[in-house]
């Protein structure tokens, strides 16, 4: 009961997109680089399995109503980003407990998750003390599920989906029990808020820029790989490859507007770059990668 409970609310949240005021709030925590990042290593990429989301319709996909009756399958996948003076975990995969629930359906979802952070951490011969640094490309549940197994780490979070989650009034954000639950995770975490850009490790070749509409905070990353190049990561900017070749946005979304204007600048960012984009829910883009970026 607990667990479909539980996926009802995340998937409720994940049609209700969360808003709040976007008004300033105080930056509690300046992250340090620790000690234990692998010296000397290049900047190198692992891909992390964090769930799986088949949809049985996709029409919640697109506001212009033409994915209406196709089914898919998403990747949903974390960064693993290893810099020589630290690690950042980009994005926190579907809630943890759903590794022992297996596939649970709600709605047009079925969610899966076959190995938590923790454990693919421990098969990179890591664990979660391991992790410098954290950040969300959003706060919906398939984004912020694990939270409670990295809580060592320093949270850099946009300042406008902060305030989403932990609204700086004090007051309750306007979403479901457990969705709250989720957030709730990160009150006890180190935190450090930004607006436009965190260029996390001062060097400009990990860089988390805003891109916000599908919800307030919103965000992508930019990579500057050694032997790749220059990589833009979407997180749900877009969901598919339909979605960026149409510029297609979902019914739920916080602002619609201002996700076409992102992905305007996103496209600008990329092509200026002569980037690679990789579509954090696209097995077409996640695939090739074969689990490692470098
Ligand atoms: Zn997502």
């Known amino acids: 009961m ?15 997109a969360a808003c709040a005021p976007e008004t300033p709030a105080a930056v509690e925590a300046v992250a340090e680089p620790v000690a234990e990042a692998p010296a000397g290593k290049p900047l190198h990429v692992a891909v992390l399995d964090c769930g799986t989301i088949a ?45 022992e629930a297996g596939p649970v359906v709600q709605d047009i979802f079925t969610v899966s998750l076959n190995a938590t952070i923790t454990d693919q951490l421990t098969e990179h011969g890591l664990t979660p003390a391991n992790i410098t640094y954290v950040a969300i490309s959003h706060s919906h549940f398939d984004h912020i599920g694990q939270a409670d197994q990295v809580q060592g780490a320093t949270w850099l979070v946009h300042q406008a989906e902060l305030d989403t989650m932990i609204p ?17 995770a990160f009150k006890s975490m180190k935190r450090e808020a930004f607006a ?24 992508s990353l930019q990579l500057k790989m050694p032997e790749s190049g220059p990589i833009l990561l979407t997180g749900d900017l877009y969901h ?19 996700t076409m204007a992102s992905m305007a600048a996103f496209e ?14 696209e097995p077409a883009d996640v695939t090739p990668l074969g689990g490692m970026i470098r």
């Open 2 to 16: 607990r667990l479909v409970l539980l996926l009802t609310c995340a998937a409720s949240a994940l049609l209700l």
């Open 55 to 99: 949809i049985s319709n996709l029409d919640a996909f697109s506001s212009s109503g033409d994915y209406a009756g196709q089914a898919d399958e998403f990747t949903n996948t974390c960064y693993l980003v290893h810099h020589p003076n630290g690690i950042l975990l980009w994005d926190l995969g579907v809630p943890g407990i759903l590794k």
């Open 168 to 184: 700086p009034d004090g007051s309750v954000p306007q979403t479901t029990a457990d969705q709250i639950a989720l957030f709730n």
């Open 196 to 219: 436009g850009e965190k260029d996390v490790f001062g060097d400009g070749s990990v860089v988390i820029f805003e891109t916000p509409g599908h919800t307030p905070g919103h965000t």
């Open 240 to 258: 598919r490859s339909e979605s960026r070749a149409l510029n297609r946005v979902p019914r739920f979304n916080f602002d619609e507007e201002q």
């Open 268 to 281: 600008a960012r990329a092509a200026d770059l002569g980037a690679r984009v990789i579509i954090q829910h």
